[in-house]
């Protein structure tokens, strides 16, 4: 039986505050690049999404290598997406007695890592006393 290894990793960021917009437009650059590129690109570009998206690679190569024992030169961004969260709403007062909503938008970063040396088939012996994976 071939069984295909694993060799996706995330890491997940909920609740940064900022719009998703202004997070996508630094994700859309990062998508599909190497892991040492994407961290030159994010500590170049001017945009204060750099930051926190910069910690997200950095904790999602953490996690390749000590779950996969992944080397760093060897790592892709497979997926990058950003979703909308929640919207914190506060009222500021204004003249007359009136007031106004101010919003505080949230975004939950996803990124994927994919580490490109681990992408093959391995033969899964299931009669094996032990059922330890062969490679063949």
């Known amino acids: 039986m071939l069984k295909k290894r ?9 609740h940064i505050s900022m719009s998703a917009h202004k ?9 599909g690049r190497s892991y040492e590129e994407t961290l030159m690109i994010l500590e170049l570009m001017p ?12 904790s999602a190569a953490a996690n ?14 497979s997926k990058a997406e950003v979703n909308e969260g929640t919207t914190a709403k506060k009222l500021k007062p204004r003249a007359r007695g009136r007031n106004y909503l101010i919003k505080r938008p949230t975004c939950h970063i996803t ?26």
Do not use: H
């Open 6 to 14: 694993k060799t996706e990793v995330y890491a997940l960021g909920q």
């Open 23 to 31: 997070a996508r437009r630094v994700i859309d650059q990062i998508r």
């Open 47 to 58: 945009y204060r999404a750099c930051y926190p998206i910069f910690k997200l690679v950095y």
């Open 64 to 77: 390749a290598s000590y779950n996969m024992g992944s080397n760093e030169t060897n790592l892709i961004i």
């Open 111 to 136: 990124i994927v890592v994919k580490d490109i040396s681990l992408d093959e088939y391995i033969d899964y012996d299931i009669y094996s006393s032990e059922g330890v994976w062969d490679k063949k």
